[in-house]
């Protein structure tokens, strides 16, 4: 609160832990990948599973000499799925990469230099036009292997500002994006490390089950 009694600014809280968050672990240098077409393929084999397993199924990829787009495309889909088996719901996962190395192909010759001379807010309903693509998936492309400036929300991020009180659980991909985005400034590197921080937090400290408050770097940091 501030000495009026009114409530601290959300700005200036966000500034505040996004400070502390990277006093505590440092620059993250998030998200790994010597590519631009590895980041976005391990951003849509992320989903419902952990880095660690992405990991793997994109050695396999890497092993076969398959990180390119128009050879995953033209690989037999059940080859695919055993490849990434390791990420997890491999038979889907490989029916949404096939969609968006469709996409990426017809729309940009398999070129991610090509797309990211695109607009941000034009690109971004371009993806989410893709089968399997959702705005989490969505925005670590624009973000992560794009350099576009925008937040990327996930359910480490949720949990951690409801559990500050800073937003209630019913609170919307959108309306939580909104909020990073319109109290810090648009920058790539920020946006880029911001988001790194708070899933250092979510795995190590924030967790589902029995979190580790008292240790935690915003343990005191609240509305």
Request: charged share 25%.
């Amino acid at each position: 609160m501030t000495p009026a009694g009114k409530p601290t600014p959300v700005g200036k809280l966000l500034k505040e832990a996004y400070r502390k968050l990277h006093t505590h672990f440092g620059h993250r240098n998030w998200w790994p990948g010597d590519t631009q077409f590895e980041i976005i393929v391990g951003a849509i084999l992320t989903q419902n599973t952990n880095w660690q397993n992405v990991e793997k199924a994109i050695a396999n990829l890497k092993r076969d000499g398959l990180l390119d787009a128009r050879k995953l495309y033209d690989l037999h889909p059940t080859k695919c799925a055993s490849l990434i088996r390791p990420a997890g719901y491999f038979r889907i996962k490989t029916k949404r990469l096939r969609s968006f190395l469709k996409f990426f192909i017809e729309n940009y010759s398999a070129s991610a230099k090509r797309m990211e001379d695109g607009e941000l807010e034009s690109l971004r309903r371009e993806l989410l036009s893709v089968n399997g693509i959702g705005p989490e998936t969505a925005d670590s492309i624009l973000l992560y292997a794009l350099g576009k400036p925008i937040f990327v929300i996930d359910a480490y991020t949720k949990r951690i500002l409801n559990r500050h009180r800073l937003c209630s659980e019913e609170v919307t991909y959108d309306e939580l994006q909104e909020m990073f985005m319109d109290h810090l400034e648009h920058d790539v590197d920020l946006f880029n490390d911001y988001h790194a921080q708070l899933v250092e937090v979510g795995k190590n400290y924030c967790r589902p089950k029995n979190p580790r408050c008292d240790e935690c770097p915003l343990s005191g940091w609240n509305w």
